[in-house]
């Protein structure tokens, strides 16, 4: 198997509406896989089709090198943006509920459900149910409900959203075990920092095409290299820096963008006149600034073609 | 493929099942049927006793006379029912005074009006619960006459005396008086009845019951008619009523045949209910599966239409837990009621002999059956295009209005089980189940059945057919709930 996923000319239409548009990638096996795209890219839609539970208008989508994907639904583990738990049930239940549904058996799903839980810290809660849980036990509940039946491919929907740093911490460690254990994970997320660190390759979406598909360094390749520094002072004088071309401000720290030919030991001259430097570094620009830019130059082309199209 | 359906069918069920509230409420409904059963009877045993006078301003002793008649009328009633009462007499160890009042009476005979009024006294003397085995002496043991003699009114004008009475009608002291007329003979218009309650009329009604009797007899003797004659022009009109057995035979109606007739509205409103409230569960199950997002999870292992048969099977499965346990009931009831109630148990037992009628339990579990499956599938469809049950109940609406017309059409056809109105609701499957289930006591042809059936399965499968598209699309919509036309739109499209 030379991926684990992969699209080829997939559209996805809503009436008018184009969600996903001709989108062609390739997922390796035994990775981890960023989605990127801001909210309406069309990322969740990518995702239902993979998980078959949309379908396609065209193209073709091969999963675990099946070309349908619903015959390995089973070795497929999914977790929503939006996540739900029956209130109901108690958690060992509900986890164990999601093993069957992929085809365990009764008691390999009763037993698994409870090393899970008992795994992952909520040993104490097996006979509770899941309405009492707080919002980062009910994730973890849902994430092993996701996992229990040692899928082949995951695919994550938003998993670190509205979790505290303590919660990212186990979400993270259960991504980088489930790599270990040879599985293929893809997640969708907003926090580039977090994508920046944790995946070997992504994607990124915009209006339903893709951007850009590659490693972190082939998607920084060919991109202007820019300058990050820590400070501390009013920030508002960066505006004024000469020669500044673009500018990520975040108060402590700020990302800078020189125009061409500009020195960056110029820069760090003044800088240091007007502002307690802490640190000062030229490297490759943030993922969070290629994103940025890449909705910039990719919204402006559209413009630019719906005017000419005018 | 089957295997998930049902692994989806087994959680609805056993979410349902395992919950006190659902057996609370498969017991509660029975006990409120017993208890709406008794509670009439209790009722009436609790009544307050109401006092009444009689103020009479005629002089021939028609109040005394009356009051024997009012009495009377209950030992009538009594002796019609008691063939026991004879026995009770027969019995080696009788009540010696019961022995001599009804010594010389052939059963079967009309005791004399003094007999009459001798055992209504020697009822009186009897301890209470041996009086309310004779039901007609139950509802003249709720009024209690009040002499005048007993009020201090004895010996004042008729006038004063109503005044008095009046008097004490206000303070609630009595319940009502009655004034009886001067000259009975010639004119009944100074008859009059004094009472601040106006709903309950049985005191007054039996009570001009009695004086009509009596004075229909006065006048007759003052017209110098002939007794025979008299009867003869007295005499009223009364059917005995038959019914025809399948060979074309007469045969005599019995109170049960009346009671087997009216026994299906029972099951259509039981029918009604069940199918609604049960359907209903699949509604606000399947908004809130859908609320809480946590069909997206089911759908990464199941496809939609697992999904939507799995929670209509397993609702199914709870609805038929609770009509088994009711059916189950209607047959203790009628297993235990001849041992509890007595030999036959008199009108109770007619009734729960027609409940434990196989036919209209096979009817009922059936149509049960069928009619829910008709409606789960419309109402899973409307709860999956729902994202709140607001939006549900306003879906419901139109269905709902539907479905008001065989509770309206149940009376009709329970008079017609074979009329055009019942034939053609009988046609329409989503009144189906209703209208057979009410013509059950017809009963209809088999092929009526037949078809009615194979036309009820059909729309069953197309509905799940509709149902199932609308659920896929449906089921991970958010935002406003389509328009009926999208919907439509969505079932010609896929």
């Known amino acids: 198997m030379d991926s684990a996923l992969k699209l080829r000319g997939v559209t996805k239409r809503f009436g008018a509406f184009t969600a996903v ?123 092993l409900g996701t996992i229990i039946h040692d899928p082949d491919l995951v695919i994550l929907d938003e998993p670190f959203s509205g979790l505290d740093p303590v919660n990212r911490d186990v979400m993270r460690d259960t ?11 893809i997640f969708s997320t907003h926090v580039m920092e977090q994508a920046e660190k944790l995946c070997d390759e992504m994607m990124m979406i915009h209006k339903g095409r893709l951007a850009f598909e590659g490693t972190v360094a082939q998607i920084k390749a060919g991109r202007d290299q820019g300058i990050r520094i820590e400070y501390d002072g009013d920030g508002a004088v960066l505006q004024q820096l000469p020669g500044l071309d673009r500018l990520n401000d975040d108060n402590k720290a700020a990302e800078l963008f020189l125009q061409p030919g500009r020195d960056p030991q110029d820069a760090l001259r003044w800088l240091v006149e007007r502002l307690t430097i802490r640190s000062f570094d030229v490297r490759e620009p943030s993922l969070h600034e290629v994103f940025v830019r890449t909705v910039e130059e990719r919204d402006a082309a559209l413009a630019a073609a719906a005017g000419g199209d005018r | 493929m089957a295997s998930k359906t049902l692994l ?90 019961l022995k001599a009042l009804l010594s010389g009476l052939e059963p079967g005979a009309q005791p004399s009006g003094e007999q009459m009024y001798a055992m209504f006294q020697w009822l009186q003397t009897q301890p209470p619960d041996q009086v309310a085995r004779y039901e007609g002496i139950g509802n003249s ?32 002291e009595l319940f009502a008086f009655f004034v009886l007329g001067s000259d009975p003979l010639r004119a ?22 009695a004086l009509t009797a009596l004075v229909r007899a006065d006048r007759i003797e003052d017209a110098q008619v002939d007794d025979d004659t008299a009867r003869r022009i007295q005499e009223t009109v009364g059917f005995k009523q038959e019914k025809v057995s399948a060979s074309g035979e007469a045969e005599d109606v019995k109170g049960e045949d009346k009671v087997n007739q009216w026994a299906p509205v029972g099951f259509v409103y039981f029918l009604w209910i069940a199918i609604f409230s049960i359907a209903n569960l699949l509604l606000t199950n399947t908004v809130e599966e859908k609320s809480n997002r946590i069909i997206e999870v089911l759908l990464s292992s199941v496809s939609p239409s697992q999904l939507m048969h799995g929670k209509i099977f397993g609702i199914a499965f709870t609805g038929m837990t609770i009509i088994g346990t009711w059916v189950v009931f209607a047959l ?47 109402l899973v469809a409307i709860g999956s ?36 109105v019942a034939k053609v609701l009988s046609y329409v499957p989503i009144y189906t189940p209703f209208t057979m289930m009410n013509r059950a006591a017809g009963p209809p042809e088999t092929w009526e059945y037949v078809s009615t059936s ?41």
């Open chain 2, 454 to 494: 194979a036309l009820l399965v059909v729309t069953i499968l197309l509905t799940f057919k509709a149902a199932g598209k609308v659920f896929r699309v449906g089921v991970l919509m958010t935002g406003n709930p389509p328009k009926l036309k999208e919907i439509l739109g969505w079932l010609w499209r896929s």
């Open chain 2, 332 to 378: 203790l009831a009628a297993w235990l009621a001849p041992a509890l109630l007595g030999d036959g148990g008199g009108s109770l037992g007619f009734l729960i002999a027609a409940i434990s009628n196989t036919s209209y339990l096979t009817s009922f579990v059936l149509y049960f059956l069928g009619g829910y499956l008709l409606y789960a599938a419309v």
């Open chain 1, 21 to 143: 548009d001709d989108l062609t990638l390739t997922v390796p096996p035994g990775c981890i896989y960023g989605f990127l795209g801001q909210n309406g890219a069309g990322k969740t839609t990518t995702i239902r089709m993979v998980m078959s539970i949309f379908h396609q208008d065209q193209g073709a989508i091969t999963v675990l090198g099946a070309e349908d994907a619903a015959r390995v639904k089973d070795r497929l583990g999914y977790l929503p943006e939006e996540k739900g738990l029956y209130k109901k049930m108690k958690t060992s239940e509900i986890v164990a509920y999601f093993g069957k549904l992929k085809g365990m058996d009764r008691a390999t799903a009763n037993l698994k459900a409870k090393d899970l839980l008992t795994r992952y810290g909520l040993g104490d809660w097996l006979d509770k149910k899941c309405e009492a849980m707080s919002k980062g036990m009910g994730q973890k509940v849902q994430i």
């Open chain 1, 175 to 185: 991504i980088l075990d489930m790599k270990r254990e040879g599985r293929t994970v």
């Open chain 2, 141 to 172: 043991a709720r009024y209690e006459h009040v002499s005048l003699d007993e009020l201090g009114l004895s010996g004042r004008t008729a006038e004063e005396q109503a005044k008095a009475l009046g008097k004490l009608v206000a303070d609630d």
């Open chain 2, 188 to 209: 009944l218009d100074d008859f009059r009845y004094v009472s601040n309650n106006l709903t309950d009329a049985d005191l007054r009604e039996d009570y001009e019951d």
């Open chain 2, 385 to 420: 295009v729902c994202n709140t049950l607001k939006e549900a109940q306003n879906l419901m609406q139109p269905v709902m209005t539907l479905l008001m017309v065989p509770l309206i059409a149940m009376v009709f056809i329970t008079k017609e089980p074979n009329g055009t």
């Open chain 2, 8 to 97: 989806v069918a087994q959680r609805e069920y056993l979410e349902n099942v395992r919950t006190k509230t659902f057996w609370i409420g498969i017991f509660i409904v029975p006990v409120l049927i017993a208890a709406a059963m008794g509670v009439g009877v209790l009722l009436q045993k609790f009544k307050e006793v109401q006092r009444y006078a009689v103020v009479d301003l005629g002089d021939d002793g028609l109040a005394e006379r009356a009051e024997r008649e009012f009495r009377a009328k209950d030992v009538k009633a009594m002796f019609a029912l008691g063939a026991d009462l004879m026995a009770a007499a027969a019995a080696e160890d009788a009540d010696p005074a």
